[in-house]
């Protein structure tokens, strides 16, 4: 396919949700700008609409991999998913709705005793957040200062689960990883320019 907009429509016969043969619609969509992709499909008279984020850069996806390492105190089973959204959301601040399906957050609990500062352990909530991504997302036209936005976004989000007393304490790194320094399955991604 060009990477010009492209959208191939086809169909395959399959069982549908109550054993009768349906067709269902087989979509490829090659884009160079996010898109929202709606699939609207009416069986028996109940109409179902589903709408789609479909993103694709130049330089591949942002493949945005959060890894926060935090005092394992601090993870009481409620503020875990609580991280888990306002990372995300952090990263949505930046990039647009297109990066949430593509964000993977990982939390990493230490135990206090096991986390130093200073030669002691440490007394304080001091989480350390690195974000991963695809050195070209730090670059991308019509995003000016992706860093500082990001690193501003992400404390806010940490203060935003945390409390404004974690706001100083807060460390971020982001990680840019250049073309071809990554891979999935033993494979670079993304694959050289030919």
């Known amino acids: 396919m060009s990477s010009s907009s492209a959208l191939i429509a086809s169909s395959t016969s399959g069982p549908g949700p109550f054993g009768f043969a349906l067709r269902r619609p087989r979509l490829s969509i090659d884009i160079d700008h996010p898109v929202h992709l709606a699939l609207t499909t009416n069986i028996f008279g109940l109409q179902s609409k589903i709408v789609f984020m479909v993103a694709n850069h130049p330089d591949g996806a942002v493949m945005p991999h959060f890894e926060v390492r935090i005092h394992e105190e601090e993870l009481d089973g409620e503020v875990e998913p609580k991280l888990i959204l306002a990372l995300t959301d952090a990263l949505v601040r930046v990039y647009g709705e297109r990066a949430r399906p593509m964000a993977v957050v990982e939390l990493f609990g230490i135990p206090r005793h096991r986390w130093g500062i200073g030669g002691a352990p440490a007394a304080v909530n001091a989480p350390i957040v690195s974000l991963n991504l695809r050195e070209a997302a730090l670059s991308l036209p019509g995003i000016s200062n992706a860093s500082t936005q990001l690193i501003t976004s992400i404390t806010d989000a940490m203060v935003e689960v945390f409390g404004e007393s974690v ?28």
Do not use: K, Q, W
């Open 167 to 194: 706001r100083r304490h807060v460390t971020v790194y982001v990680v840019g990883v250049p073309a071809g320094r990554s891979g999935v399955g033993g494979e670079v991604d993304p694959p050289p320019a030919n």
